[in-house]
């Protein structure tokens, strides 16, 4: 995982995340031009994954997410709520 973060820079030209809001005000982020080998296809997340949510919370500003990317060194497990091909799907993940 650290050696993944590393280079944070290099993170945000690995995909594409166009916002999303959402009727009920929360945010949404529709994954595009995944680079193969990154991170991001590291993760299992796909060209045209919605990301609606973190560890069962909707996402209600863009703060959480950066605040989540913050705290990525130090968290154990993560659990993303996606959706893929028009299902909602969870990805988990575990850094231990």
């Not at 995982?1 to 999303?20: F, G, P």
């Amino acid at each position: 995982r650290d050696q993944m973060l590393q280079n944070t820079a290099e993170l945000l030209t690995q995909a594409k995340a166009i916002t999303i809001k959402n009727p009920d005000g929360t945010l949404s982020f529709k994954m595009t031009d995944i680079v193969p080998g990154s991170l991001y296809s590291k993760l299992n997340i796909q060209d045209g994954d919605i990301i609606t949510g973190f560890d069962g919370k909707r996402i209600q500003n863009l703060n959480e997410v950066m605040s989540k990317f913050g705290q990525i060194r130090e968290i154990d497990n993560l659990q993303l709520s996606v959706i893929r091909d028009g299902k909602e799907e969870k990805l988990e993940y575990s850094f231990e």
